[in-house]
């Protein structure tokens, strides 16, 4: 038997498993609930708590299991399985290098500690004053879209009283982006500032940096130079130079 819960976004869906889970079970109840907040969402988190009445799957779930992972691969933003039965911690922690999106095993008196891991950022973001023109973003972690919102208060807080700004952008822990909303997100805040910007020095550690470095001089219409990870202190040099 599978008992949904979703939470009020519905990006947050926990799942209680017991006795034999059926095919049945999952064309009823699962597959409907991922599907319908896929639709307004890019990704969801899925916790699946497994009972101490679990007992397994029948033939016809673990193939409906199966499909269901292989039919929404990407819609997984992360997953957390909680269980005492060995069985099920082994097969999970076995699964997880294949899996698209990070996954995590708890014990059940670790229930708690569980749904905060599904509710927490995988991600943040720091804004720091550099002192003068000069202002630090580190982008660290899958960012989602919620992490934007505080960056932005962050930074316009920082930009009350200047007429413009020199930026440090840190990409050397930047994972990327958890999902379309949170890509949206990072261009609003980048397209909310760009008049004020008078150059930017961009620090990372990853060849598409590099390329987004060179396509963002076209676009921002501002001075902006690369620097690989271990030149972070040269890039701080450049940017509060002349």
């Known amino acids: 038997m599978i008992t949904v819960h979703t939470n009020s976004d519905g990006a947050l869906i ?6 034999e889970v059926t095919s049945a079970d999952y064309a009823a109840t699962l597959v409907p609930a991922i599907e319908a907040a896929l639709e307004d969402h890019d ?5 699946a708590i497994a009972t101490p009445e679990f007992k397994g799957y029948d033939l016809g ?3 409906s299991d199966t499909k269901l992972g292989l039919s929404h691969w990407r819609g997984f933003d ?6 005492d039965q060995g069985w099920v911690q082994t097969s999970i922690r076995l699964a997880a290098p294949i899996l698209p999106c990070p996954v995590q095993v708890f014990g059940m008196d670790e229930v708690e500690e569980a749904r905060r891991w599904m509710r927490e950022s995988l991600g943040a973001i720091h804004v720091t004053d550099l002192g003068g023109p000069c202002v630090q973003i580190s982008l660290m972690g899958k960012l989602d879209s919620e992490e934007y919102g505080q960056a932005q208060s962050d930074l316009d807080a920082m930009l009350r009283e200047r007429d413009g700004f020199r930026l440090l952008i840190d990409l050397r822990e930047f994972d990327g982006w958890q999902g379309l909303t949170a890509m949206a997100a990072h261009f609003r805040l980048a397209a909310g500032h760009i008049g004020m910007l008078d150059r930017a020095a961009i620090v990372g550690d990853k060849s598409w940096q590099k390329m987004a470095q060179r396509m963002a001089s076209h676009v921002l219409g501002t001075r902006t130079q690369y620097f690989p990870a271990e030149e972070f202190e040269n890039a701080k040099t450049w940017l509060a130079a002349g």
Do not use: D, M
């Not at 926990?14 to 006795?19: C, I, M, Q």
């Not at 992360?78 to 269980?83: D, E, L, N, Q, T």
């Open 14 to 19: 926990e799942v209680e498993l017991s006795g």
């Open 43 to 47: 990704s969801v988190r899925l916790l």
């Open 61 to 63: 779930a673990a193939w």
């Open 78 to 83: 992360r997953i957390g399985v909680v269980a």
